[in-house]
T-cell receptor
């Protein structure tokens, strides 16, 4: 069964510093997709970035990049030049390609707090 | 694009009331929508997968008769919490995805969620 692990329940980072949020996953499938979502205190889930298991390059979206290490089964999110608005919960997620409806499973999340 | 609208955003009602939550894909068609429940400071727990024109698929441990799901069109799914009790109080959030089920790179697009409080 697929599993997503986020080992950092909470992190504090100084504004303008870079931050890495850890995510490891477990799957026996060769084809899968990895996602990161941001959830502010207001509750909405905001899609940040995607990495496919066959993608040769690490995904990047603006200040977000994904450090994908397939052999280690890790997909860490890197946020460069952190801003106060980055304070939120961050969830790593994986798509199960062989589920009947292509479900996404979520990790337990990391609460990121940016200090001014 | 890919906007999902969820209503209401907050509900406070008495025990025994049934509450309906709507999830609409505004600018795309969604053959599949998902309903999640989230307790404070916890992750999202998938409750069920809503399929247009057919019965929903519930996750293990989720009561079908308690959480009624209807997906009557390609843009609307509803979750009805029947005879709600205080233990049903939670944050409920829906999502929808574009593309086919085999498009790994299609993210799920989420509504803004509904905070349900049962007194």
């Amino acid at each position: 069964a697929q599993k997503i692990t986020q080992t950092q329940p909470g992190m504090f980072v100084q504004e303008k510093e870079a931050v890495t949020l850890d995510c490891t996953y477990d799957t026996s499938d060769q084809s899968y997709g990895l996602f990161w979502y941001k959830q502010p205190s207001s509750g909405e889930m905001i899609f940040l970035i995607y990495q496919g298991s066959y993608d040769e390059q690490n995904a990047t979206e603006g200040r977000y990049s994904l450090n994908f290490q397939k052999a280690r089964k890790s997909a860490n999110l890197v946020i460069s030049a952190s801003q106060l608005g980055d304070s939120a919960m961050y969830f790593c997620a994986m798509r199960d390609p062989y589920s009947s409806a292509s479900k996404i499973i979520f990790g337990s999340g990391t609460r990121l707090s940016i200090r001014p | 694009g890919a906007v999902v609208s969820q209503h209401p955003s907050r509900v406070i009602c008495k025990s025994g009331t049934s509450v309906k939550i709507e999830c609409r894909s505004l600018d795309f068609q969604a053959t599949t929508m998902f309903w999640y429940r989230q307790f404070p400071k916890q992750s999202l727990m998938l409750m069920a997968t809503s399929n247009e024109g057919s019965k929903a698929t519930y996750e293990q441990g989720v009561e079908k008769d308690k959480f009624l799901i209807n997906h009557a069109s390609l843009t609307l799914s509803t979750l009805t919490v029947t005879s709600a009790h205080p233990e049903d109080s939670s944050f409920y959030i829906c999502s929808a995805q574009t593309g086919t089920e085999f498009n790994l790179n299609q993210p799920q697009h989420f509504g803004d969620g509904t905070r349900l409080s049962i007194l």
